[in-house]
């Protein structure tokens, strides 16, 4: 049923119709209105049997859903940003035990400096430590990926992390058919663990291996999200079937087939990109998009089907790794190993800056011209960076970079000697 | 290892440690071990004190079995708990955490319920078809007879007095011991089928023993002459020995001592005249002792009860003349090496009648022109077999060198009745050995409840003196419980699971059936010593491993 | 002082069982069908205190739930020697996650208990001191002000010891661990620091606070019986001495622990919504001294460049606890330890009975 929805509502309503049974809130901007959704469903009793645990930090946060989803429990949590870095220990644990639970993470800069807004850095951060990330480009997706996450993480006993840009994607108001609970119902068994803390039938979760076994258990997790490979799309398959609208699945194109240059992009930044490519193409131009939807596993296959027919590939990329350069872009040239083409790596996005159809038309444009560097970044603004690369290179008490900057642009008062 | 869906290797399955033996880690390990409780070791009957105790403790039917088990060695139980001397309470380990188990009191009480209940002992050995003679129906003769007959030989008794019972009966005042439960405890004996004639008194033992064809002997004809010392006197002056005193007590008439009596003598046999001859209607008991009191021979306990009923004490006195009713007493000075000497000092004292409690001899004229037989300070000498210089004559009690009491003399008729029935089987008795000492160190006192001594109720003082009514009562039951449950159970397993509680690496089998103990799991027993450290009574010891 | 009929029953409630008593007046660990919730082959060093107190607690636990019971392990040794690939030594349903996170995954556990209606099944958490004092420390909080139904273990070995005996916020002054050593004069750790764990879980004002040592297994049993009768979030600190790290030998742990309830150092103690509302009173009070001194870690306070004055305030502090928690006997004599039937705690709490 058709709903003019806040993003954050509909994942709220769609996890609830997955009967979560236990769900961890811990806030933090832009998750807020998540976890705020899926408590009042608790208290209103639309969503029981359910303990809604308010816990302590993010840490706290994924630890209980550690220990609810090890004694047999469907558990949920959301997070971003620092609370992602903060139960850091725990994702490891998570994946590393095997318990299929299932995280909206609402995608959010990492300080310092802090930043509230919108950009990949804290998924990007997170992607080996063995979750599986799904990452949806509309609200509607972002609701629909929850459902087939459940499913994904209970069938292969892994977690899942369900991204969405934050504050574009959570707290923008849209038209979202919210799956009903007799669709979900239908779709997601109920959970059936694969290890279970029982006392009819008690066994040890959690052992020290050494050297004699990491490795086959490593390899083993591994293999896990290899096998995940083929069930995504099988679960996104099944899910247009019961649901009849596409959603998930590893990667979709846009006009890609044949198109001379592709952009790949994760998450809601392909909305713009796909209205730049629609005005490109209208002037003869050979461009097309690449969604990747499922960042891990790395759909190294069907990057590499999409691409290989390009003379260039254009990764728009929402993080920066420092001291390198892209994240995406190193991932999507494995897929392209042995095979030449024209790479270009953009930064766009970070910490929330607006990605404009204006400013990816001169990307393109320039891409396609091949006047590119590659590594870019949209919208820089190189004066006062130069700027302060300079008072950097005079040494002494230049402070801190941030400050410095904004002191150029004339948002802060500049110190009086 | 993990199957059936089970996450390879993050998951195991419960209990998988058990196959790690760690017991390949210690280099010592637990052994369970019996040491001797230091009131076993000290007791001259050779009672398993701390075994009988263990089932007294648990009541009720445990009482019986802690008899059964007593007279096993000891077969007069409500005597000993009245009249021995306790050294088992001397040695008792729990003197060093509060004060002595009171052994005697617990023992009294079960022997007063047998006789109470009327528990009787059954014979199970096969008849042997020895027989053997016993001379004297005093306590080491009658132990003997007893031990004898449960070892299935066939014994007669000759006792020159008119009634069995040796010095329980003709040495002991009623006061301490009623006749009722002597009486109880020697008909216990008999009944077991033991021949006895009284009024038998034997001039020659080798003589005796061809007569009654027996294939064996045991003396112990006791020491029941009393020591006299020469007393410069009137004629008319009354001087009795302290021995016939006693034995007289048990006739038709008390003997008459009148007002003023004087006792001279250090000894428990001086204590007993005294307070004897209080109850007798003395007005004044005066012991003369040529000594100071704490080195007199009687028990300290005997000096107490004497004082408490008046009988009055005259240190460092001799007596060097008794004439028109007074005594002549001299004061004595102790030199340097605690010998009294003569001060010249003299003093009177009136008295009716003098009574000397100057020790006893015994009488050996039936083994004069015995072969083989050595007689040195007037015993006769035995061999650690109890037996004498003749083959096949054995004797103990009094007429053999040690201690004079009661208790040792039951601890001889045993040590002898074993000794015999090895010898008329050709064999030799081999005792078993002895195991270490479980001396207080050895123990872990923390775990026995705090719990001072059960006092045993006394006769008050205005009664005592008036009539020969038992001075010292029994405990009831609850208090002999109590008292029972006192006992630390010195080097012995006594189940308090403390061992198989403590071990962290559960290495302890805990065996289940009452008595069975435990076992120490080797497979996973680390040595660590907790359980040798916990173990209340030092019944487990850390031995180390070959390695 | 009148006279007084008592029932006198030799080792009492001192002992682990007691051949004396009823079965059901004896401990569990005395029961031979108890659940040895660890069982043998585990790695603990010899005589390891923690090894000992976990077995009491969980079959405590055990026995009171009836077998229905779910543990999650901190980090530290117990999970490491207890759960080395491919054995473990646990008998009952068992997870080892974080070494911070024990008890919100305990909490996690209780939530999946409750949602699916099976509230029969109870929860404990445990970890060591550092697991709980410090890194575990927020999510302990946090388990207590929500009222999660979970009994929360802290096996207190004074120390974290599974990394090689470094100081933790539960290690006591003057001790000496790996990162507090007694060089040049210094005295071992610092006094004025440390967490006062059940203090600040009474501060919680959660339905039951109580510590307790392995030297009085009664008194343990006693308490984790008491925790599972009640719901809601419960800590129990145990007092588990460490031969290894503390310098001391295997066979003495028990001794040790006995040493630090006598000597006041540790008081023993149960609260109920924030209050103290019985304390086991010492049975014969010991100095300090007799307790520090067979512990090597102490070594550095005795002898020729030892440190009497540290002793000293060590005697204080002992002293305080005395007055604070009242912890001498009130009729002036250690008095005697039985009494007819076996109540197993009562206000008096004289650890026997």
């Known amino acids: 049923m058709f709903r003019q929805i806040e993003g954050s509502a509909a994942v709220a309503e769609t996890v609830a119709r997955c009967r979560p049974e236990v769900v961890c809130a811990y806030p933090i901007s832009p998750q807020t209105h998540i976890v705020e959704g899926l408590s009042d469903l608790v208290r209103a009793g639309r969503l029981e049997p359910c303990e809604y645990v308010t816990v302590e930090s993010e840490f706290a946060a994924l630890s209980v859903c550690i220990g609810a989803s090890a004694a047999g429990a469907r558990a949920y949590t959301a997070t971003a940003s620092q609370g992602l870095l903060y139960m850091a220990e725990a994702l490891y644990n998570a994946s590393g035990l095997g318990l299929p639970i299932v995280m909206t993470v609402a995608n959010r800069a990492i300080g310092a400096p802090i930043n509230i807004w919108n950009d990949h850095s804290d998924t990007m951060s997170q992607r080996d430590c063995g979750w599986i990330q799904l990452y949806a480009e509309t609200n509607q997706e972002a609701a629909d990926l929850h459902v087939q996450a459940f499913r994904i993480a209970e069938r292969l006993s892994l977690p899942v992390m369900v991204c969405m840009d934050g504050f574009i994607l959570t707290h923008a108001y849209e038209r979202i058919d919210v799956p009903t609970k007799a669709q979900v119902d239908a779709f997601l068994p109920s959970f059936e663990p694969r290890q279970v803390l029982d006392p009819a039938d008690p066994v040890t979760i959690g052992a020290m291996v050494g050297p004699e076994a990491f490795t086959e258990v490593r390899y083993l997790a591994h293999a896990k999200q290899l096998q995940a490979l083929d069930l995504i799309p099988q679960v996104a398959a099944e899910f247009a079937d019961a649901f009849g609208r596409s959603s998930g699945g590893l990667v979709r194109g846009y006009k890609a087939e044949n198109a001379e240059t592709v952009v790949v992009a994760l998450g809601s930044v392909l909305g713009t990109i796909e209205d730049t490519v629609d005005e490109l193409r209208e002037e003869g131009v050979s461009i097309g998009a690449l969604a990747i939807k499922s960042f891990r596993p790395f759909p190294l296959e069907e990057v590499r089907a999409a691409l290989g027919a390009a003379k260039r590939v254009v990764v728009l990329e929402k993080a920066l790794a420092v001291g390198i350069g892209g994240i995406v872009s190193a991932n999507v040239r494995m897929a392209l190993s042995g095979i030449q083409l024209h790479g270009y790596t953009a930064i766009a996005g970070l910490g929330g800056r607006p990605i404009t159809k204006k400013s990816l038309r001169a990307l393109f444009t320039d891409a396609v011209a091949d006047r590119l560097p590659p590594l870019s970044f949209l919208d820089m603004d190189w004066k006062r960076v130069e700027a302060e690369l300079q008072r950097m290179g005079e040494g002494g008490r230049s402070g801190p970079h941030a400050e410095n900057v904004l002191r150029e642009a004339g948002i802060v008062a500049a110190r009086s000697h | ?547 | 002082m009148a006279e007084q009929r008592v029932k006198l029953y030799q080792a009492g409630t001192f002992v682990v069982g007691n051949r004396l008593l009823e079965p059901d007046e004896r401990t569990v660990q005395a029961r031979m069908d108890r659940s040895n919730s660890l069982t043998s082959g585990h790695r603990a060093c010899q005589g390891c205190g923690e090894a000992l107190g976990a077995r009491y607690a969980l079959d405590a636990a055990m026995r009171a739930t009836d077998g229905k019971l779910i543990a999650a392990n901190a980090t530290g040794c117990l999970e490491v020697f207890s759960t080395p690939f491919p054995e473990s030594s646990w008998q009952l349903p068992w997870i080892h996650s974080l070494f911070g996170n024990a008890p919100a995954v305990a909490s996690g556990v209780a939530a999946a208990l409750r949602a699916k209606g099976r509230e029969d099944i109870r929860v404990i958490g445990q970890g060591g001191d550092g697991g709980t004092v410090d890194i575990g420390f927020g999510c302990l909080s946090g388990m207590f002000e929500r009222g999660d139904d979970v009994l929360f273990v802290c096996y207190d070995n004074e120390a974290y010891m599974n990394t090689g005996v470094q100081r933790s916020g539960a290690t006591p002054p003057a001790a000496r661990t790996a990162n507090t050593k007694p060089i040049d004069g210094h005295p071992g750790n610092a006094f004025g620091q440390g967490k006062d764990m059940p203090r600040i879980a009474m501060a919680h004002r959660i339905p039951y606070v109580a510590t307790a040592t392995v030297a009085d297994l009664r008194d343990l049993e006693c308490k984790v019986e008491r925790a599972m009768e009640l719901r809601g979030p419960r800590y129990l600190h145990l007092f588990v001495p460490c031969p290894l790290g503390w310098g001391a030998q295997a066979c003495d742990t028990i001794k040790i622990a006995r040493l630090v309830r006598e000597t006041g150092l540790f008081p023993v103690f149960e609260a109920e919504d924030g209050e103290v509302t019985t304390v086991a009173k010492i049975r014969r009070q010991v100095p300090v001294e007799e307790y520090l001194r067979p512990q090597r870690r102490y070594a550095h306070l005795f002898g020729e460049h030892g440190h009497p004055e540290i002793v000293a305030r060590l005697q204080a502090m002992a002293d305080e606890n005395i007055r604070r928690y009242d912890l001498l006997p009130n009729d002036g004599c250690n008095a005697l330890a039985t009494h007819e039937g076996v109540k197993t705690l009562h206000p008096a709490g004289d650890g026997a009975l």
């Open chain 2, 1 to 547: 290892m993990s199957g059936n869906g089970k996450p390879y290797a993050i998951t195991l399955d419960v209990g998988s440690s058990l196959a790690n033996h760690t017991g390949s880690w210690r280099t010592e390990r637990a052994v369970y071990v019996d040491r001797l409780p230091p009131c076993n070791d000290a007791c001259p009957a050779g009672e398993n004190i701390q075994a009988w105790l263990y089932e007294a403790e648990e009541g009720d039917g445990g009482y019986e079995r802690a008899w059964r088990k007593l007279v096993e060695d000891n077969p007069f139980p409500a005597i000993m708990g009245r009249v021995c001397y306790h050294p088992c309470e001397s040695a008792c380990n729990r003197a060093q955490l509060d004060e002595a188990v009171g052994i005697h009191s617990v023992e009294r009480f079960l022997g007063d319920e047998a006789i109470e209940r009327g528990w009787r002992i059954e014979l199970e050995a096969e008849p042997s078809g020895k027989r053997v003679l016993v001379v004297g129906a005093g306590p080491s003769g009658l132990s003997a007879a007893y031990h004898l007959t449960r070892l299935g030989h066939s014994v007669t008794i000759y006792e020159a007095g008119a009634m069995a019972g040796g010095m329980m009966r003709f040495g002991i005042p009623q006061y301490r011991l009623p006749r009722d439960v002597l009486d109880a405890e020697v008909r216990r004996i008999l009944d077991l089928g033991i021949d006895l004639e009284l009024e038998h008194k034997v001039e020659s033992a080798e003589e005796a023993m061809r007569e009654g064809g027996f294939d064996a002997v045991f003396l112990a004809v006791g020491a029941h002459i009393g020591r006299r010392a020469y007393v410069p006197a009137g004629e008319a002056e009354r001087i009795l020995d302290a021995v016939s005193l006693l034995e007289s007590m048990e006739g038709a008439e008390p003997p008459r001592l009148g007002r003023r009596v004087a006792v001279y003598g250090g000894g428990d046999t001086a204590m007993d005249v005294a307070r004897t001859a209080r109850r007798l209607g003395a007005t004044d008991a005066v012991v003369v002792y040529r000594r100071t009191r704490d080195r007199m021979p009687a028990h300290e306990f005997e000096v107490e009860e004497a004082a408490q009923e008046g009988v009055m004490m005259k240190w460092l006195s001799t007596v060097k003349r008794f004439e028109g009713g007074k005594l002549l007493l001299e004061r004595m000075e102790l030199d340097e090496t605690g010998f009294p000497q003569p001060t010249g000092e003299v003093e009177e004292l009136e008295a009716d009648s003098l009574v000397l409690a100057l020790g006893q001899e015994a009488d050996l004229a039936l083994l004069e022109g015995v072969s083989g037989i050595e007689v040195a300070d007037g015993v006769v000498q035995v061999g650690p077999n109890m037996m004498t210089g003749h083959a096949g004559i054995f004797a103990g009690g009094d007429m053999v060198p040690a201690e004079r009491t009661v208790t040792v003399g039951v601890g001889h008729g045993k040590k002898a009745a074993r000794n015999i029935d090895a010898w008329l089987r050709g064999e030799a008795y081999e005792p078993a050995a002895k195991h270490r000492l479980a001396d207080f160190d050895s123990l872990n006192t923390w775990y026995y409840a705090d719990a001072p001594r059960a006092e045993q109720p006394r006769l008050e003082v205005a009664r005592r003196a008036s009539s020969f009514e038992e001075v010292v009562g029994g405990l009831d039951e609850d208090n002999a419980l109590y008292e029972a449950r006192r006992c630390l159970s010195c080097g012995n397993c006594f189940s308090c699971d403390n061992c198989y509680g403590v071990c962290p690496d559960n290495a302890v089998i805990k065996l289940g059936a009452p008595g069975e103990r435990y076992e120490i799991d080797l497979d996973y027993c680390k040595g660590c010593g907790l359980c040798v450290a916990e173990c209340p009574c030092g019944a487990i010891e850390m031995v180390p491993e070959e390695v």
